[in-house]
C-alpha cells in the first residue's frame, strides 16, 4: 500500500466527492460522508459509465447522476437488484489530510460486462 | 445462529404471511429466528395464479414464489404439511398436528380463509370440491381429464374463472348464480349482460336466479351425478365445483382465546388482543373489513414487518379495493361503489356493437365507483381519483375518455399490452419489451409497478408506458396492482407525504433539512437522493433569505449550473432575453467556442443556443468570457421565455410579443420551482410561439393579452387552459407571476405546473390569482422578495453559494 496525501478534508464537502486524476488518465472519485468517513471508487458507473463523483451522496451510498443507479460506497457495488461493481480503491484520513492508495484497485473486468439475466439469454 | 435471538413463528405459509417476512427481512434482516408452519405440502406459491394454472396458461411451477432454497437462503425452518393446532399463550409456543413444538417471542398469524361449502344434501359426495389451492386445481385438472360435464356453483369471480378454465379443458360447463346476474357484487347488470354473452359465446352455459337443492348421487351412492336446482331442474354433474364465497380461517384463534369477530380481531398495527401475536391477510378483520385480495393485503404485511422490526412507525388505515377479472379475453374493471344511490349521478357510455360499456358514478363532485368493460386502459388512472377524493368537476366533460396514463408518443399508439407482441418494444426510453417485463415478473415474482420499474427499469424515466406496464402486470401476475395506499410516501426514509413534509416546514418554521429529518424522525441519518433536492427546494421556496441552500442536496446540474451529458461533459446555454441576440453576443460565443473545442453548437427548442461536450474543468472560463447571464437550462427554475417577433415586424402581429416576452424573462429569471418551467409569448392568436404547450403561455389579440396556463409539450402533450384575459404588460407580468408564485408555494417536488393544477384544480387557482386580487398581490410580491437580490451563479459564484474547488480535479503533488 503506497498512501499518497490528495487534499484536506475539507477541501471534500460533507456528503460530497472531489475527482483525482492519476498520472494514466484514470479518474478515481474520493468521497465524504457526514460521519468524515473517506471512500474511494473509480468515476465510473458500473451501468453505464456516469461519473460517481458528481452524484448526490447519503448515508454510505451514492446516486449516479445519469440514471440514479445507487452505488455503496464500501464495496463499489450497485444496489440490489441492479448489478455491477465499481473498482474500489483504499482511501483515509491522517491528521486531516485525506489519503489515497491511486494504485490499490483490483481492475474488474468483468464488474463492467453485461449483468448475469443478459450474459444467461 | 445465535442463540439469544428472539424467536418468530408465523402460522400459515401463504402470500400474506410471506410477504410480511420479506418486508421484515428487508428492513431488518438477522432479528429473529424466523419458523413458518404451512398446512400445504408446498412453498408459497401465488394463489392468484391458480385461475391460469386451471385454464393451462402456466404451470405450478410458474406460480411459485418463494423456493425451498429461499427458506434456506435466509435461514427460515419452514414446515410443510403440518397444521398448527395449538397455541400455548402462556407458556408461548405452537404445536403443530404431528406434535411438532416451537416455541415463540413474536408469532404472525396468517392461516388465510376456508371456502364455503352450501349446506345441501350431498356435499360430501366425490367430485363435489371447493377451489382454493393447488390440490383442489389438480382436481380439478384430473377430473377434466376423464369427465365430461361439470356445474359450477357461484357466478363470482372466482367460479367464473374456475368454468373457464373447466371449459377451456374441454369440459360442458354450466354456471349455478343465486343472483340475477353474474359478479352482482363488482357489476351492474349491463355489465354483467355484456360479460355473460361474452363467456356464454365461449361456451359456458348459465343459470342465474337459481338456488341449489341437492347434490344427487349416482347409481354407487357415493359419486355426485347431478346438480337439482329449486325449480325442479336437474343438471347432469360428473363434477361440482362450489365457489360461492371464502371466510376467514379463524378456528386456531378462537381456540387460543383471541378476540374474533369475523375475523382475526387486529389494531392499525395489526396487532390481536394478545400484543405478541400478529396477524394479516385473509383470516384477519381490520376495523371491521375482512379483505381477500392481495393489495390490501400485502399493505398489513408492509405495515406488520415494521413493527415487528421495531421500528414502529407504520399504520394501516385500510384500503379500497379494484376487481379486474382473469379471464384471457375479457376486459372487465370494477372499483368502488359503482351501483350509485342518494345524491349519486351517472355518466355513461354504452356501445354493445363494440362490447364497450363504461359507467361511473360520482357524488359530491367526486369519482366514488366505476364499471368498466371491453376497455379497462382507464382503470387504473379511474381508481387513482377514487382513492384520491380528487373534485372531478373541472374534468366531468373528459373523464369518460380517460387519461390512461399513456403518454402519446414512444409506443406507437399502443394501449392495449395483452395484444402486444414479445418482442414490441413498451418502454421507449429504456428500450424494454414486452416480453422481457413479463419473464421478470415471473421469474423475480414481482408484484407492484415500483419493483417493476427496479427490476426492468420500464416506466422509470419519463413515466408514459406506465398504463403498459400495469396492463403487463395484471395479465402477467393476477390481481389487482393499482390499491397502492391512499397515502404515498415521499421515499423510502420516510411515511410522511410531500404536503406533510411541506407543511411541517411552513407550520413550524423549519429551516434546515436536519431540523425537517429531525421534527419527522426521519428513518436514514442523511435522507437519499430523492428526499434531500425536495426538502432542499421546500425550505428555500418557503423562506426565502432564511433558510441556507444546501448545494449537496442539489442534483449535479443545480450544483455545476450546467447539463451533465451521457460522457460526463457538460453543456452550457447562456440567457439570451426572449430568444434576442447580436452580434456581440453571437461572435463572444464563437470565439468561446473555438477556444476550448467546444464540439456541438445547437439551437434548442426555446431558442437559445446550446454549446455542448465543455469540460468541467472549463465552465467558470466559459461561463467569464461568454459574458452572458446563466441560461438556468439545468435547473428547476424558468428556463426560457420563448416569443415570436410580434408586431414590430411581423404583418400580423397585435402586439409587442418580443419586448412582452423580455419583460416577463428578466422578471422572472433565476426563479427556482418544483420543476422546469418554460413560458411563450405569442403576438397574436396564429401563436407562432407555442404558447398552448407551455407552463405559461401568453397570447397577444388586439385588446390585450390571454393567459394559458399549465400545457406541456414533454411526454404527453397537454394544452395549456385559458386562464384569464388582461390589458397591460404590467398585469400579464403581475397575473403570471402570481400562478407562479403558487405554484412555487404549494407544487410538489418535480410536479410540473400540469399536474399541480390537475391536483389542486384550475378552478382553485383561478379563485387565489384571478379573483382574489389581495391574494394575487401578495403572491406577487413575495415572487419579488424572493428573487430580490438572487445572484446569477456563473457571475457571483461565492454570492450564490457554488462550491468552485469542485471545478479543479486533484492530481498527484
Not at chain 2, 378462537?254 to 395489526?270: C, E, F, I
Not at chain 2, 403581475?734 to 384544480?761: D, I, N, P
Request: hydrophobic fraction near 40%.
Amino acid at each position: 500500500m503506497t498512501f499518497i496525501a490528495i487534499c484536506r478534508l475539507e477541501d471534500i464537502p460533507s456528503l460530497g466527492a472531489r475527482r483525482f486524476k492519476r498520472d494514466d488518465g484514470k479518474v478515481i472519485a474520493v468521497f465524504r460522508t457526514a460521519e468524515d468517513k473517506v471512500f474511494a471508487l473509480q468515476d465510473k458507473c458500473p451501468h453505464k459509465g456516469g461519473p460517481l463523483s458528481q452524484g448526490i451522496v447519503f448515508g454510505e451510498s451514492v446516486a449516479c447522476p445519469l440514471h440514479n443507479w445507487c452505488i455503496g460506497l464500501n464495496d463499489g457495488k450497485a444496489l440490489a437488484p441492479d448489478e455491477g461493481t465499481a473498482e474500489k480503491f483504499e482511501a483515509r484520513v491522517t491528521d486531516g489530510m485525506v489519503e489515497l492508495d491511486p494504485w490499490s484497485g483490483v481492475d474488474m473486468p468483468m464488474a463492467c460486462a453485461p449483468s448475469t439475466d443478459a450474459a444467461a439469454e | 445462529m445465535k442463540l439469544d435471538k428472539p424467536k418468530l413463528v408465523v402460522v400459515g405459509n401463504g402470500m400474506a404471511g410471506i410477504r410480511a417476512v420479506e418486508e421484515l427481512l428487508k428492513l431488518a434482516p438477522g432479528l429473529y429466528d424466523i419458523t413458518v408452519f404451512g398446512a400445504e405440502p408446498h412453498p408459497n406459491y401465488n394463489r392468484i395464479l391458480l385461475s391460469p394454472v386451471l385454464a393451462g396458461e402456466q404451470t405450478f411451477d410458474d406460480i411459485v414464489l418463494n423456493t425451498h432454497e429461499w427458506y434456506a437462503e435466509n435461514n427460515i425452518v419452514l414446515h410443510t404439511g403440518k397444521k398448527v393446532v395449538k397455541i400455548d399463550r402462556r407458556a408461548r409456543f405452537v404445536e403443530a398436528d404431528d406434535g411438532t413444538r416451537v416455541p415463540y417471542d413474536r408469532l404472525l398469524l396468517a392461516t388465510g380463509s376456508d371456502p364455503f361449502i352450501l349446506p345441501v344434501p350431498g356435499k360430501e359426495l366425490e367430485g363435489v370440491i371447493t377451489y382454493r389451492d393447488i390440490h383442489d386445481t389438480e382436481r380439478m385438472i384430473a377430473a377434466a381429464a376423464t369427465k365430461k360435464r361439470a356445474v359450477v356453483i357461484g357466478g363470482g369471480l372466482l367460479g367464473l374463472e374456475a368454468a373457464n378454465g373447466l371449459k377451456l379443458r374441454g369440459m360442458e360447463v354450466t354456471v349455478v348464480h343465486l343472483m340475477p346476474w353474474l359478479m352482482e357484487r363488482q357489476l351492474d347488470r349491463t355489465a354483467a349482460d355484456l360479460l355473460q354473452k361474452t363467456l356464454a359465446d365461449k361456451g359456458l352455459a348459465f343459470r342465474l336466479e337459481a338456488k341449489t337443492e341437492a347434490l344427487l348421487p349416482d347409481a354407487s351412492g357415493k359419486q355426485v351425478a347431478a346438480v337439482k336446482l329449486n325449480g325442479g331442474e336437474e343438471l347432469p354433474a360428473d363434477l361440482v365445483v362450489m365457489a360461492v364465497g371464502i371466510r376467514p380461517n379463524t378456528g386456531l384463534a378462537v381456540s387460543a382465546g383471541l378476540h374474533v369477530d369475523r375475523g382475526v380481531v387486529v389494531n392499525d398495527t395489526l396487532q390481536t388482543y394478545d400484543p405478541r401475536i400478529y396477524a394479516v391477510g385473509e383470516c384477519v378483520a381490520h376495523r371491521g373489513i375482512a379483505y381477500g385480495l392481495v393489495a390490501p393485503l400485502f399493505e398489513q404485511a408492509r405495515v406488520c414487518a415494521n413493527h415487528l422490526a421495531q421500528f414502529g412507525v407504520a399504520r394501516y388505515s385500510g384500503s379500497q379495493v379494484s376487481t379486474k377479472l382473469k379471464v384471457t379475453g375479457v376486459d372487465l374493471f370494477s372499483a368502488g361503489n359503482f351501483t350509485g344511490g342518494e345524491g349519486c349521478e351517472d355518466i355513461v357510455l354504452s356501445d354493445p356493437g363494440a362490447g364497450v360499456y363504461k359507467r361511473l358514478v360520482l357524488k359530491d363532485d367526486k369519482l366514488i365507483g366505476a364499471v368498466l368493460y371491453g376497455d379497462t386502459v382507464d382503470g387504473t388512472w379511474l381508481f387513482k381519483l377514487i382513492r384520491e377524493g380528487t373534485n372531478v368537476a373541472p374534468m366531468r366533460d373528459r373523464l369518460m375518455f380517460g387519461e390512461s396514463n399513456l403518454g402519446d408518443t414512444g409506443h406507437q399508439g399502443q394501449n392495449k399490452a395483452a395484444v402486444m407482441a414479445d418482442s414490441a418494444e413498451v418502454c421507449g426510453c429504456n428500450g424494454v419489451c414486452k416480453g422481457t417485463i413479463t419473464k421478470a415478473i415471473k421469474e423475480k415474482g414481482l408484484f407492484t409497478l415500483d419493483e417493476v420499474r427496479k427490476h426492468t427499469k420500464a416506466s422509470s424515466s419519463c413515466g408514459s408506458c406506465t398504463g403498459l406496464v400495469e396492463q403487463i402486470l395484471m395479465f402477467t401476475a393476477g390481481g389487482d396492482y393499482s390499491a397502492a395506499p391512499t397515502k404515498k410516501s415521499m421515499c423510502g426514509c420516510t411515511d410522511h407525504t410531500h404536503q406533510e413534509v411541506r407543511d411541517a416546514i411552513r407550520q413550524q418554521h423549519l429551516l434546515s433539512i436536519p431540523a425537517v429529518y429531525q421534527f419527522l424522525e426521519w428513518r436514514s441519518p442523511n435522507g437519499c437522493a430523492s428526499c434531500r433536492p425536495a426538502i432542499n427546494y421546500y425550505l428555500l421556496s418557503t423562506w426565502p433569505h432564511e433558510a441556507k441552500d444546501d448545494p449537496q442536496s442539489r442534483f449535479i446540474n443545480e450544483r455545476s449550473h450546467a447539463n451533465i451529458q451521457k460522457d460526463g461533459t457538460y453543456s452550457v446555454v447562456p440567457r439570451m432575453w426572449g430568444g434576442e441576440t447580436n452580434s456581440s453576443e453571437l461572435r463572444r460565443i464563437a470565439n468561446v467556442v473555438d477556444k476550448y473545442n467546444i464540439p456541438t453548437v445547437k439551437v434548442t427548442g426555446g431558442q437559445r443556443l446550446d454549446l455542448l461536450g465543455v469540460k468541467k474543468e472549463d465552465l467558470p472560463a466559459v461561463w467569464k468570457e461568454l459574458d452572458m447571464p446563466s441560461g438556468h437550462a439545468y435547473a428547476k427554475a424558468l428556463r426560457t421565455v420563448k416569443t415570436c417577433v410580434g408586431s414590430d415586424w411581423c404583418r400580423f402581429g397585435t402586439q409587442n410579443s418580443t419586448l412582452m416576452g423580455q419583460q416577463l424573462e428578466r422578471a422572472l429569471w433565476r426563479m427556482y420551482a418544483p420543476h422546469k418551467v418554460k413560458l411563450a409569448v405569442s403576438g397574436c392568436p396564429r401563436n407562432c410561439a407555442e404558447s398552448g404547450i407551455k407552463d405559461v403561455g401568453i397570447i397577444g389579440v388586439d385588446s390585450g393579452w390571454e393567459i394559458y396556463v399549465a400545457g406541456n409539450g414533454g411526454i404527453k402533450t397537454e394544452v395549456a387552459e385559458f386562464f384569464c384575459k388582461v390589458t397591460t404588460h404590467e398585469e400579464v407580468l403581475e397575473y403570471s407571476g402570481a400562478f407562479l408564485q403558487l405554484y412555487r408555494e404549494e407544487g410538489w417536488y418535480l410536479e410540473r405546473t400540469v399536474h399541480f393544477v390537475k391536483r389542486v384544480g384550475l378552478d382553485y387557482c383561478k379563485q387565489r390569482v384571478v379573483e382574489d386580487a389581495t391574494n394575487r398581490k401578495a403572491l406577487w410580491e413575495r415572487l419579488q422578495f424572493a428573487l430580490d437580490g438572487e445572484p446569477d451563479p456563473w457571475h457571483e459564484p461565492e454570492k450564490a453559494g457554488v462550491d468552485l474547488k469542485q471545478f479543479i480535479p486533484l492530481v498527484p503533488a
